[in-house]
């Protein structure tokens, strides 16, 4: 009988891991420029940032076809290709995105890697980490205090509607009980009853804010065009009405900088930040990214959910705004979400099929022809399973192979950096081809409706786009805001090139509709809302944080 394989974190509790100085000597930090946090984390500070470096080195980004609930293993397979470039002689580093608390104790359990491709101390990333997710709690809640103390004030007044004030409150853990709440009540001294609510903490502005500032200055900038409502007489009103910005920003004086981590194999790691995709932009902050690109030849850094979301956002956004230009694109893929799409129901995901596989690969070869779009060329990385069988990962290369593209086996899970060298050496040969040449989809100056209609149709396959009656009402308070000049960070499921969830697979002949919208005005993007999106999610049934316990000596089980 085959040995149990070893959990996620009896893997992590079993690595010796470097001084954080070690792993900062192998980057070429002066240990003089950490800021501690123990022996196994720290801040980096913001001047290490050289746009020069940043220029001539290789920026790689990992994502994914569209997931299973579980998801595919882009941030394994992110910090299991970092690993495989370090063994083949590159100096490289991987930058991430920092977990949040509601899917840690929520469905996922935790997101640090898997098995011999994790980021350490695995414990301290998927718990409270730095504070950073704290911080940004802080910063957004302070408004929110300010925003209703300016309506109690007698004498300070701006004169906010009540009623227009779309600013909510934030806290890190999935509490569908706090989605609609009603505030204020019990007497005149707890303020002036209203409508609010709590998003999750990666929903916030604030977190899109910290993801999207290039600097100090220019997060107080972004922090104080944060946008709130309206007054009696609709005048828009913002942060800095509230002269918000400078206290905001004090809160966020350490979540600015980036944290300095190790995998497995003490190569370096730099978490920061840490949106959704399916709701905002779903990558790391464009200071860890530039940080990471100053200090290594290569980086590697991933975007969350499919590429329809996660990759479109970090190119159309992030890249756009930060400067940035990816050199090669890895496309992770499984064969269980090819059997997904192709028909196999949750409890058949493990039974090989070469049929359900066959079916399956309209959706990966939609996202390798969406990729191909901003002039990047995958590669396609198989995450690979016990379950996979040879007959089906032949199908997916020999399918890669007719349309230009390779699909390599990458074994970081169960095997490490020995596992991904392959995959490592075709990244390599990629970025050295030149071949990439990567443009974003669309220019921000095109109209809204015209951008998110070439989001609709060239990345989902969609026939077009139709706008609800509030949908309309808001585009008209964008035009009046002087916000179409933004990109458009879509809002829309996971599950499905389309609105719908239950189209699988590579959906034909749909529409999306676009409920209303949100603008996030301080970090610089317009938020189409597509479908019923939840940004405050609730518990699942069983929720993982039932399997999780703590002994006597402070050692944890259950993160996964």
């Known amino acids: 009988m085959a040995a149990k394989f070893p959990s996620d974190i009896e893997i992590a509790q079993k690595n010796k891991m470097a001084h954080i100085n070690d792993i900062a000597t192998k980057i070429s930090i002066d240990t003089d420029d950490l800021e501690l946090y123990g022996k196994s984390k720290a801040k980096l500070p913001l001047s290490i940032i050289d746009e020069k470096k940043i220029a001539k080195n290789n920026l790689v980004l990992v994502t994914a076809l569209t997931p299973t609930p579980a998801g595919e293993g882009k941030t394994t397979t992110s910090i299991g290709l970092t690993e495989g470039l370090n063994k083949i002689g590159k100096q490289a580093t991987v930058v991430l995105r920092e977990p949040s608390l509601g899917p840690v104790f929520g469905i996922k359990g935790g997101a640090a890697g898997g098995g011999y491709a994790q980021v350490v101390p695995m414990e301290d ?4 980490f730095t504070g950073d997710f704290s911080a940004v709690e ?37 509490d569908r009980s706090l989605r609609q709440i009603t505030i204020g009540l019990g007497g005149t001294a707890n303020g002036i009853p209203r409508e609010d609510g709590f998003n999750i903490t990666p929903a916030s502005e604030v977190m899109a804010i910290l993801c999207m500032a290039e600097s100090f200055a220019d997060l107080k900038t972004k922090l104080g065009n944060i946008f709130i409502g309206y007054t009696m007489d609709k005048k828009p009103i913002y942060a800095r009405d509230l002269k918000a910005e ?7 004086k350490d979540a600015i900088k980036p944290n300095l981590v190790q995998t497995l194999e003490e190569n370096p790691a730099i978490i920061h930040g840490g949106p959704f995709a399916n709701i905002a932009q779903g990558t790391n902050t464009i200071i860890a990214t530039k940080v990471g690109l100053s200090l290594s030849d290569y980086v590697v850094t991933e975007a969350g959910f499919g590429a329809d979301l996660g990759a479109e956002k970090f190119l159309d956004i992030k890249c756009v705004s930060g400067g940035l230009k990816p050199k090669a694109l890895v496309l992770v893929a499984t064969i269980r979400a090819l059997r997904h799409h192709g028909g196999a129901k949750k409890e058949e995901y493990n039974d090989a099929s070469v049929e359900r596989v066959g079916n399956g690969f309209a959706n990966l070869e939609k996202h390798i022809e969406n990729c191909k779009k901003f002039g990047l060329n995958p590669v396609v990385a198989i995450n690979a399973f016990p379950s996979d069988t040879e007959e089906e990962v032949k199908l997916i290369q020999e399918r890669c192979a ?29 970025v050295e081809s030149g071949k990439s040449n990567f443009h974003p989809l669309y220019n921000w100056n ?11 149709k060239e990345i989902y396959g969609a026939e077009g786009v139709d706008y609800s009656k509030k949908a309309i009402t808001d585009l008209k308070k964008i035009d009046a805001l002087g916000l179409q000049g933004l990109p458009v960070c879509m809002a ?3 599950k499905s090139f389309s609105d719908n969830d239950k189209l699988l697979g590579r959906p034909t002949g749909f529409r999306v509709n676009v409920r209303e919208f949100e603008f996030a005005t301080g970090a610089g993007f317009v938020i189409p809302i597509l479908g019923n999106m939840m940004r405050m999610p609730g518990l699942p049934a069983t929720p993982a944080s039932e399997g999780m316990d703590i002994d006597n000596d402070g050692v944890i089980s259950g993160l996964s």
């Not at 349309?403 to 990629?430: C, H, P, R, S």
């Open 125 to 128: 990333i998927n718990l409270h």
């Open 138 to 174: 802080k910063a957004n809640n302070l408004l929110s205090a300010l925003i209703d103390n300016n309506i109690q004030s007698k004498t300070k007044s701006l004169g906010i509607d009540p009623r227009t004030i779309i600013w909510k409150r934030v806290m890190d853990m999935n």
């Open 492 to 494: 829309k499921t996971q």
């Open 446 to 456: 095109l109209t809204i409706k015209e951008k998110i209609e070439r989001v609709a």
């Open 246 to 252: 400078n206290a905001m920003a004090i809160l966020l």
């Open 402 to 430: 007719k349309i230009g593209v390779q699909a390599i086996v990458a074994e970081g899970f169960a095997k490490g950096g020995d596992g991904m060298t392959n995959l490592a050496e075709a990244v390599v040969k990629e």
